[in-house]
């Protein structure tokens, strides 16, 4: 069995302003102090990077974007690049977010172009995958997670350095209330990490950390927390309050 240290991470999505947003940081980072053995980061929207690392600095909270341009820099106006994060204290970056996906049209050779970047100036990518409710429907599932990690990682040299994460958001989940079950879950995270291992090689899969996403609180955490390939969890709603979020990261003293 793998020692996977379990990651929370909040997604703290189009909400907080960067004053809210530091507040936030501030106030999660009182009240996970001296937690251990699982790790937490918060993803703010950009402009509130940086507040969010300034409240962050000398605590163990990790700090992460929502999405990040594969370019270094260009005329590529509203975007922004894992360099830029980099400089601002970004130790992660969620890529391939299913709002990201289906609201704004990103296709896997984006994703992949996104991954590539990160791991060049040392981000660790978040790659989410998950499929739709009519694709689970039609028995689609483990067919669309296997093409979402193939080509999100096709041709990249990943080692376990990358810092590589994967995070199974069920587009059904997400912001729903209609959470996978624990059984769902495991299944979905196990083909994942059957995948990962023809893709990068099983030692390297057994690594990395695989989140489940959709409708996570602090009251259906830990029974999720229990399944062998569950190694931690993306949050959105839950997240924003960080009380609520603080009970996440608390996940094995409920
Ligand atoms: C998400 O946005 O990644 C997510 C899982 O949202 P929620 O927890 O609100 O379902």
């Given amino acids: 069995m793998e020692n996977r240290t379990p990651l929370i991470a909040g997604n703290w999505k189009m909400y907080k302003t960067p004053t809210e947003a530091g507040e936030a940081a501030r106030k999660l980072a009182g009240l996970v102090a001296g937690v251990t053995g699982v790790e937490a980061m918060v993803a703010p929207a950009f402009v509130a990077i940086p507040a969010v690392a300034r409240a962050l600095s000398g605590t163990e909270i990790a700090l992460g974007a929502q999405n990040l341009h594969w370019e270094d820099q260009g005329a590529f106006t509203g975007e922004c690049s894992a360099a830029m994060l980099k400089d601002a204290g970004c130790d992660y970056v969620i890529i391939g977010h299913s709002e990201r ?74 912001g729903t209330g209609r959470t996978a079950t624990p059984d769902q879950a495991q299944e979905a995270h196990a083909h994942i990490r059957e995948k990962l291992g023809q893709v990068l090689g099983k030692p390297l899969a057994n690594s990395t950390r ?45």
């Fill in 210 to 254: 695989i989140l489940y996403g959709g409708s996570v609180k602090p009251g259906n955490i830990a029974e999720l927390m229990t399944e062998p390939d569950l190694d931690g969890a993306l949050v959105g709603g839950a997240s924003l309050d960080p009380a609520s979020f603080a009970d996440l990261v608390r996940f094995r003293a409920a």
């Fill in 101 to 174: 996906r289906h609201l704004f049209g990103e296709t896997d050779e984006a994703v992949n172009k996104k991954v590539r970047a990160a791991l060049a100036h040392g981000l660790k990518p978040v790659l989410c995958v998950g499929e739709t409710e009519g694709e689970r429907d039609a028995g689609h599932t483990m067919d669309v997670l296997d093409v979402q990690v193939a080509r999100g990682l096709d041709g990249l040299s990943i080692t376990a350095e990358s810092g590589l994460v994967v995070a199974y958001e069920p587009v059904w989940a997400i």
